[in-house]
Nanobody, 120 residues
Framework: QVQLVESGGGLVQTGGSLRLSCAVS?????MAWFRQAPGKEREFVAA????????YYGDSVKGRFTISRDNTKTTVYLQMNNLKPDDTAIYYC????????????????WGQGTQVTVSS
């Protein structure tokens, strides 16, 4: 059983930065971040997959967000720079046993979510 625990959310001003962390217990192939804003569907943000650590990003965060993991692969990070009010959402860490996917259905395990609020 894989367990995920997110941390690092909070309130930041436009243009600021935050780093989210996701502690992982259990073996996974792909780790990802999704987000869900009020009244919107859950959106793919970023994924890191495989032993080589290939990285994938949603179009809205390319060039601003960076996904990474530590050498033991027990913690995944999402560095968020140049934050905008549209980035306000609950951010979820997800894990899957297969190659990366932009779809929620590609992930078997989910964290509880952490709130990120960007003020204008």
């Amino acid at each position: 059983q894989v367990q995920l625990v997110e941390s690092g959310g909070g309130l930041v001003q436009t243009g600021g930065s935050l780093r989210l962390s996701c502690a992982v217990s259990g073996r996974t192939v792909t780790m990802a971040w999704f987000r869900q804003a009020p009244g919107k569907e859950r959106e793919f943000v970023a994924a890191i997959s495989g032993s080589a650590g290939m990285r994938y990003y949603g179009d809205s965060v390319k060039g601003r967000f960076t996904i990474s993991r530590d050498n033991t692969k027990t913690t995944v990070y999402l560095q968020m720079n140049n934050l905008k009010p549209d980035d306000t959402a609950i951010y979820y860490c997800a894990a899957g046993a297969y190659s990366w996917s932009r779809a929620e259905e590609g992930y078997n395990y989910w964290g509880q979510g952490t709130q990120v609020t960007v003020s204008s």
